[in-house]
């Protein structure tokens, strides 16, 4: 049985991206602590973060994630950006930091620590696949 998107999406991108009472969006980017590949795909994930918090959903579906999580993220009826977008006004905030990346070959992962309710840290690890026009999550752990 297939889970709703829109479940699929709070449970999945937004689980790992967005938590806490009130609204918040850090925009220190953890790249900087990274080079070469690992700063590409630290990239990826701020700039999911800054799409989060901007309530850009289109931009998440056409340019960071792969096809086929894209295709998991839509519903019947309703494209991924849609089911992004209802996913992003049900969020209390978005705060990711990347505290580290492991790439091999064209699959990476990319640990990424978020903030919960009160002082609580999650951490969940994204995979990532490297496509011809780069990095792409491919899944949000």
Known sequence: MRVPA???VAAALLA???TGCAPTTTSSSSSKNFSGEQAK???KIAALQSDGSAGKAA???DDLV???LKGKLAAPGSSCAQEVKKAMQDADGFDLKVTGVKVNGTEATA???TKGRGSQKITRTF???K???GWRISNFG
């Open 127 to 129: 995979g990532l696949t």
């Open 16 to 18: 790992a991206a967005v």
């Open 41 to 43: 795909v630290a990239d």
């Open 111 to 113: 640990t990424v620590q």
């Open 6 to 8: 829109t479940a699929a």
């Open 59 to 61: 931009p998440v579906c």
């Open 66 to 68: 792969t096809a086929g």
């Open 131 to 133: 496509a011809a026009d």
